[in-house]
């Protein structure tokens, strides 16, 4: 499930900007299927524009009926009346989704026979100290087992002790969910962390879920700005 907002506060429209011949929402669309990892690949939307784009291309798409504040509440709007076991979330402005990351978050509940994994989600390393302090990239700490700890927009840990080579891990937007998990994110009200931090995972970690993270070296190149606009393109290139 790809949920598609329009109206994204740090850059309108992103999902219908040009890349390379085709809008965003399609390349991303585009590249979930090639994957061949998924059953059904949808596109969720609030916009007319955007569910006329994949469905003229002869991809799916479904229209949200309700508002939602985030991507987990819009896919379990469209999910909660299918018959599926896991539903994984690939962002819309991430054209360079691969197969190898995606295959790493659905191994962890192969692998899960006890089923205590509620989520699976990514996360890379970074190095550069710009990227670590922007608040536009979220970060993630975890256990010695991979299990997230927190999300945060400032970087974490803290480095108070300058003697120790810290690991910082970017968090990348997908996750793959039980569907009892996702279900139950959509009944429980946002608390002060998630609302403070603006981090919809932080939901989860509030209400005792556990997620899994998944190391994964391919960054790729989220659009969130005009100017990541530009890198994609040329990367395309």
């Known amino acids: 499930m790809i949920p598609a907002r329009y109206a994204a506060s740090r850059f309108p429209a992103k999902l219908m900007q040009d890349l390379s011949g085709k809008p965003v929402i399609l390349r991303t669309y585009e590249a979930a299927i090639n994957t061949q990892l998924f059953d059904e690949v949808y596109v969720v939307t609030d916009s007319s524009v955007i569910f006329d784009t994949i469905v003229s291309a002869g991809g799916k798409a479904i229209m949200s009926i309700k508002e939602h504040d985030c991507g987990s ?11 599926v076991d896991i539903i994984v979330n690939v962002q819309g402005d991430e054209p360079f989704t691969d197969k190898e990351s995606l295959t790493g978050v659905l191994e962890v509940f192969r692998s899960d026979i006890e089923e205590e994994i509620d989520l ?7 190095t550069d ?4 302090a922007n608040p536009n990239t ?15 927009r400032s970087p974490i840990p803290y480095p108070r002790a300058t003697d120790i080579e810290q690991v ?6 997908i996750y793959a969910f039980r569907k009892r998990a996702l279900m139950d994110f959509q009944r429980l009200p946002m608390l002060k962390l998630e609302a403070t931090e603006k981090i919809e995972a932080i939901r989860y970690l509030e209400y ?3 997620i899994k993270m998944v190391e994964t070296t391919v960054s790729g190149i989220e659009i969130d700005t005009p100017e990541d606009l530009k890198r994609a393109q040329e990367a395309w290139r």
């Not at 699976?120 to 970074?126: E, F, G, Q």
């Open 73 to 83: 509440d819009r896919i379990a709007e469209a999910v909660e009346n299918m018959d």
């Open 120 to 126: 699976a989600s990514l996360m890379v390393r970074i």
């Open 208 to 210: 005792g879920k556990k």
């Open 129 to 132: 100290r710009d990227e670590i």
């Open 168 to 173: 910082y891990f970017k968090h990348k937007g």
């Open 138 to 152: 979220v970060k993630v700490i975890v256990d010695n087992r991979n299990f997230a700890l927190y999300f945060s």
